[in-house]
């Protein structure tokens, strides 16, 4: 089973975490099953950008990023070449690294 590695997010995850998830699990939904309460306006449904994270490590493992992600990324904050959508980065056996960026756009929650 993968591990991934949350480095220190001062909101979602202040002491950074290890936590593992089975291959074939979102990063989104692994967080979420251990209490790590990254954003995901969306459900999950790949239609907003609140739960990008950067893949510091283990990026080539997970499936790759299709055009509606990438349209997506495109308007995400602090985009770096490893950042993901944690939703749509699903695990496989090779253990990950990610860091949640200090801010993301989420209109519903800043009352726009």
Known sequence: MPTIKILP?????????????????SICEALLDHQIKIEHACDMSCACT???????????????????????????WGLEPQSRLSCQAILAQQDVTV???KYSINHAKENH
Do not use: F, K, M, W
């Not at 997010?9 to 699990?25: D, F, K, L, R």
């Not at 509606?68 to 990324?73: G, I």
């Open 99 to 101: 860091e949640i960026p």
């Open 50 to 76: 609140t739960c990008h994270v950067v893949v510091r490590e283990g990026y080539a493992s997970l499936n790759e990023a299709d055009e509606q992600e990438e349209d997506l990324l495109d308007r995400a």
């Open 9 to 25: 997010h001062p909101e979602y995850c202040p002491q950074g975490a290890t936590i593992s998830a089975p291959a074939g699990t």
